[in-house]
């Protein structure tokens, strides 16, 4: 196997040792150069919509069986527990934890408007991997739960396995990909059940480690009509933790894909690739993102899919990338994006406050873990 590349980002963790049963079928890191990627799109062009569904039929397939979830576990009974309403300026932030599979909690937080309305949009937030200080509590990511809620819109952030109030587990276990996957499974079926959320307005956006959380739940789960993947959709770079790579989604014998490939499965859904020039999507707008179009065209809908590309900045989810996706958003999904303008018509979210996790975290005397829940990797893999 090719050689994984060093991990030079502050919001990438580092991969576990496969077993050996597994190396061949794991596309870990750069698993590709650069131009081994680009001749790998070449090589796999698509002239018709019938050849395409072919093959976008066999990479979901890939992916489910991959990640052993050909057949999905039923979720436990025991309904969602939001807590802890806070209102803050023109939205709400609840505490949430959902029992995925029995005796595993997801937790998280429920950003909700408070403006009325017949039915609501919703948007899933994932995160990656970064530090300031973690996960959901990443100034980048409440500032666009924040925003997206003051703009109409009801989010749902949670946490990575291993990342926040989800500590039952490390991160890095053999099959964390496989729960991250049905945590965002449930994820959608918690936000697509609440009250008035119009189940045709239903979006994914995240970073890093959530941009792959995002296009891979776009591949498998048609509900999601809307999704901005965010710095993460190379043609050469596979992801560079086991929550992205650590089981055989890319590759089986003779069968070889990328996370391109895996992106394009949004066709003909709007999708927005958000790219830099600072790491591994730094070619996006030469490479990936006309691939894409190009499958987008087969649906005669290449306007459905676009790219915003800052060459001059780094591998996050700063400013000016929540900028366009907040355009995005406010198109697609019918959104007010004058909720999040100043007197001068430019997007402001400094009256957005940063909460600290201590304010945020889910767990208190009054709404303990529940008693049921697993502790140590083994207990959790011995659910998966």
Not at 97 to 115: C, D, E, V
Not at 295 to 319: A, C, F, R, T, W
């Amino acid at each position: 196997m090719r050689t994984i590349l060093t991990l030079v980002f502050c919001t990438i963790c580092i991969l576990p040792l496969p077993s050996l049963a597994q190396v061949n079928e794991l596309c870990q890191g750069a698993y590709f150069t650069e131009q081994e990627g680009e001749d790998f799109l070449k090589s796999y062009s698509y002239s018709t919509r019938g050849e395409w569904e072919m093959r976008a039929s066999l990479i979901k397939e890939r992916i489910l069986e991959g990640l052993e979830l050909k057949d999905l576990p039923p979720a436990p009974l025991s309904p969602p527990v939001i807590h802890g309403k806070r209102v803050m300026e023109g939205y709400s932030i609840e505490k949430v934890f959902i029992q995925t599979l029995p005796g595993i909690y997801m937790t998280g937080n429920l950003y909700r408007p408070l403006k009325q309305s017949k039915s609501y949009a919703a948007v899933l937030a994932p995160h990656g991997h970064g530090q300031n200080p973690t996960g959901r509590f990443m100034e980048q990511t409440q500032k666009r739960c924040a925003a997206l809620a003051r703009m109409g819109a009801i989010v749902f952030a949670w946490d990575m396995v291993g990342h926040g109030d989800s500590q039952q587990c490390d991160h890095k276990i053999a099959k964390v990909a496989k729960l991250q996957t049905i945590n965002s499974i449930r994820a959608l079926d918690f936000l697509s059940s609440l009250p008035y959320v119009d189940r045709t307005r239903l979006a994914i956006t995240g970073e890093s480690g959530g941009g792959t959380q995002t296009f891979i739940l776009t591949a498998i789960d048609p509900r999601i009509r809307v999704s901005v993947p965010c710095v993460m959709v190379s043609s050469y770079f596979f992801g560079g933790c086991a929550c992205e790579s650590g089981m055989p989604i890319h590759k089986k014998g003779e069968y070889q894909t990328n996370n391109v490939q895996i992106a394009a499965l949004a066709a003909p859904r709007p999708m927005l690739l958000i790219s830099d020039g600072g790491d591994w999507t730094r070619h996006t707008a030469r490479l990936e993102y006309p691939y894409i179009r190009q499958i987008y065209s087969l649906y005669n809908q290449p306007g459905q899919v676009s790219n915003v590309h800052l060459p001059d900045e780094k591998h996050d989810y700063g400013p000016n990338k929540r900028e366009a996706m907040y355009r995005f958003m406010a198109k697609e999904l019918r959104l007010d994006l004058k909720a999040i303008l100043n007197s001068k018509g430019k997007i402001d979210e400094s009256n957005i406050p940063v909460l600290s996790p201590k304010e945020l975290s889910v767990y208190n005397d009054q709404f303990p873990q529940p008693g049921n829940a697993r502790q140590g990797d083994d207990a959790v893999l011995e659910v998966l």
